[in-house]
């Protein structure tokens, strides 16, 4: 179960563009916080945590048509 949903996350992963990609990751994966990744991107904090929001939505949305519910 494990290893299929991290075999989605990456299928996930790959999906999206290069810097929702390098947001996603860093965040989550490295846990920046999202100050750290405003000034790095050049963004304000609310920026940055309205593209997070908006791609945990298309998470949330490509894991239930792959049949993995949360």
Known sequence: MAGELAGL????VKTLRREDRILFVCRYWHSDSVL???????????????RLSRIRDRLRKFLKK????L
């Open 9 to 12: 996350l990456n299928g996930f």
């Open 36 to 50: 750290e990744l405003a000034k790095r991107f050049g963004m304000s904090s609310n920026q940055v945590s309205v």
């Open 66 to 69: 792959e049949g993995y519910f």
